[in-house]
């Protein structure tokens, strides 16, 4: 009866600390209507795929500034899809160089932000991945 | 497989079907009313643990520790944790997991966020139902984490069995402890942070507050004689329950079993003083009540013409009618 929520999932997988870019993140996703779960730091794959489970969740949001991203996203996506979730939708923030980019899209990331990226965008691409 | 439906699949203990349905419980869709009338029938046996208090007490790492220790127990495990939607976007950050890393990649544990969706109260709207499906799926403990409560969110009382209310020292004199009606609703208390200076101060407090709605030495006339009495002594042989004060650190589970076993004693206690099937029973009326008090308003505008219920507000907003009035000519007339 009511409208359906989109329900994004915000996690840090591996080892770096720095939580400020998810937080800001999450919140302009909260600001935007969504409901967003946030997981907290040093998160595994494994622990990211059973949260985005339990919580059944249409997008997965992965915040990564230790350069691991090439290992972890796909990581991600496979335990996904394993879970039987293959159609959420995973985003990557953080520092991700731009020859890595096109790679971790062709592994089926649906979208990949840097520094400096506004939340609107962010926000925009969701909404139109989840369509 | 096909041919399952979603709440077989979810009997069949099939986890993602699990989430699903949950996701259409909170929307409230035919489907979910579905789902949850085939499951009904298996519901009724989970212990249904309320935890609420004021924000910052450490809800969620209470709730983490008690599930680590039910856990050893080897009981199985559902969390519904409640954060509230912003009364403007709509939109939430639900943060209760982050306490709750412990209980990652443990199968007997379940976590659930929810989002209050602008409901007052602690809760939101379909908690209740989510719990039902926990509680059919084979969890023996159902613990449901409230919105950060201060004095008035005291739905949960209605929903859980067992209540635990948490407090931390240095949050409010006892004047707050008075006018607390949350405090009324506690099955237990949790004193959390009880590795803070002021603890002795809150524990006073509660006492205190506890002694005037259960005296523990009060006086009667016995043949006429004034006697004293001693609640303990009293409480022993009586149906009466008088909350336990429990000190716990959850960061490193100090006290935690101790709180746990006050949670296991006071539904001990419900069972063997009947106390569980009022409980049940007060709950299952107000949930018919609910639904028979929509079904009913659906049935009244489903059969009134919806010009017919604007020109008599029209009326009304002219103050030719007043709303008395309407409501009893709309009923009666229907009748007729």
């Known amino acids: 009866m009511t409208e359906r929520k989109i329900r994004v999932l915000v996690a840090k997988p591996g080892l770096d600390g720095h939580d400020r870019g998810a937080k800001v993140v999450a919140r302009a996703l909260r600001d935007a209507g969504m409901e967003v779960i946030y997981t907290g730091l040093r998160q595994t794959p494994e622990m990211i795929a059973e949260a985005a489970l339990q919580e059944d969740v249409d997008v997965v949001g992965l915040s990564i500034l230790s350069g691991a991203h090439m290992a972890l996203a796909p990581r991600v996506l496979e335990l996904l899809k394993a879970n039987g979730q293959g159609q959420v939708r995973v985003f990557v923030g953080g520092i991700v160089p731009d020859e890595d980019v096109p790679r971790l899209r062709e592994m089926g990331v649906s979208g990949i932000y840097g520094p400096g990226a506004s939340t609107e965008d962010i926000i925009r691409e969701i909404r139109d991945a989840i369509q | 497989m096909a041919h399952m439906t979603l709440a077989e699949s979810v009997l069949s203990g099939d986890r993602l079907a699990l989430a699903r349905l949950l996701t259409h419980v909170e929307g409230d869709s035919p489907e979910a009313r579905a789902a949850l009338a085939e499951l009904f029938s298996y519901s009724g046996r989970a212990h249904l643990v309320g935890i609420t208090g004021a924000p910052g007490t450490g809800k969620s790492s209470l709730v983490n520790q008690l599930a680590l220790h039910f856990r050893k127990q080897e009981k199985r495990v559902a969390i519904v944790a409640v954060d509230p939607s912003s009364p403007f976007t709509g939109g939430a950050v639900l ?242």
């Open chain 2, 95 to 336: 943060g209760d997991r982050v306490r709750m890393r412990d209980l990652s990649g443990d199968a007997g544990v379940f976590i659930r966020s929810m989002a209050s969706r602008g409901s007052l109260g602690g809760l939101a709207q379909t908690t209740a139902a989510m719990t039902l499906v926990f509680d059919a799926a084979g969890f023996e403990i159902v613990m449901i984490e409230t919105v950060g409560a201060g004095q008035n969110e005291v739905n949960i009382a209605r929903l859980a069995h067992t209540t635990v209310v948490v407090e931390a020292p240095g949050l409010g004199d006892d004047i707050q402890a008075i006018k607390a009606g949350i405090l009324e609703i506690a099955d237990v208390l949790a004193i959390n942070k009880a590795d803070r200076p002021g603890v002795e101060n809150t524990e006073k407090a509660l006492r205190s507050m506890l002694e005037l709605a259960h005296p523990t030495r009060k006086k009667f006339l016995h043949h006429g004689r004034p006697m004293i009495a001693d609640a303990a002594a009293e409480a022993a042989d009586s149906r009466l329950w008088i909350p336990p004060i429990c000190r716990t650190v959850a960061t490193d589970g100090k006290g935690v079993e101790g709180l746990a076993a006050a949670i296991a004693l006071h539904a001990a206690h419900l069972r063997s003083t009947g106390g569980w099937n009022l409980r049940e029973r007060e709950r299952l009326r107000s949930e018919v009540e609910a639904l028979l008090r929509e079904a009913l308003v659906r049935r009244f505008h489903a059969e009134l013409s919806g010009e017919t219920f604007e020109s008599v507000i029209q009326n009304i907003f002219e103050r030719k009618l007043s709303p008395w009035e309407a409501v009893r000519t709309l009923v009666n007339d229907r009748q007729a």
